[in-house]
């Protein structure tokens, strides 16, 4: 369902890279917001043509013309470029401001710190998947922050896949399971697609077909509302070859190793977020 228009934002993104331009995209194809609504900043200037070039909307190398145009402010740079650039803000920041990052690895308490007390925060943690409009983001609220607020950060996300609010100690979870899922997923296909070229398929063939089952199975167990294993279970016949491949599967120990990675991606986030 589209999110409610509402006319009275204006969105400025601090930074115009891939992330960026995906939300952007998402919340004006979803009549959340007017392109006229919605403006940019980078001081890349290929950075900016692209931006232009793929949401339609304005891009302007000066932060401060972000700041000073817009009420929501959408912080898309690298975590390095992060103090630098809350310390830009930190003057020109003002109650009418909503500062949601997308910067990993920078907690609401230090962006706090740097911007005050009493300004408007929210961290999110999407993913990849985001680019193509099937993001999975989480996002957690500054102490300032109101329940509008928290209505304008899920319509935001949700213009690019489905968003959910969390505490913000939890958003490490998030990071080890959604925000590096992507990669265990692409393991996946690329493994499930090896075995059909053993087998004999062709590799354009298995990697489509490898893809697509995972695409489709992800659309049935969202759809449904079903449990994966019930989901499994209607597959797996009494000693068909699902079962088969399921055995060899469990031998292996392919739960036990997602279960891990996303154990120790999450470990990692809190190692590198200093908590």
């Known amino acids: 369902m589209a999110p409610t228009a509402a006319p009275d934002l204006q969105l400025g ?9 995906a939300l952007a995209r998402g919340v004006v194809a979803s009549g959340f917001v007017s392109r006229e609504a919605v403006i940019a900043s980078d001081s890349a ?18 932060n401060a013309s972000v ?6 402010l959408i912080i898309a740079v690298k975590p390095q ?36 007390k009493t300004t408007r925060i929210a961290r999110v ?19 300032a922050a109101t329940p509008d607020d928290a209505r304008v950060v899920t319509a935001l996300l949700a213009s690019v896949g ?20 992507p990669a265990y997923a692409c393991t996946v296909i690329e493994a499930l697609a090896d ?14 077909l490898a893809a697509q089952t995972l695409l489709g199975t992800a659309r049935m167990i969202l759809e449904t509302g079903e449990h994966p294993a019930a989901l499994k279970d209607a597959v797996a016949s009494p000693g068909g070859t699902t079962m088969a491949g399921l055995h060899a599967l469990e031998c292996r120990g392919l739960r036990g190793a ?17 908590g």
């Open 162 to 181: 489905w968003a959910c609010e969390l505490p913000e100690r939890l958003l490490d979870a998030v990071t080890g399971l959604s925000g590096s899922g």
């Open 13 to 21: 993104f601090l930074g115009a890279g891939k992330m960026a331009t």
């Open 258 to 274: 997602l279960i891990e990675a996303v154990v120790a991606a999450t470990n990692r986030s809190k190692e590198l977020a200093g």
């Open 67 to 72: 700041v000073e145009a817009a009420n929501v």
């Open 45 to 62: 200037p290929a950075s900016r043509a692209a931006f232009q070039q793929q949401t339609g909307c304005r891009c302007v190398e000066s």
């Open 195 to 208: 075995g059909g070229v053993r087998m004999g398929l062709p590799r354009d063939v298995a990697q489509k």
């Open 81 to 116: 470029q992060m103090a630098g650039l809350l310390a830009e803000l930190a003057p020109c920041v003002a109650p009418r401001h909503l500062v949601i990052s997308l910067a990993a690895g920078c907690t609401i308490a230090a962006m706090s710190q740097a911007l005050g």
């Open 125 to 143: 943690m999407s993913n990849t998947p985001a680019l193509v409009g099937s993001g999975a983001s989480a996002f957690a609220l500054g102490e």
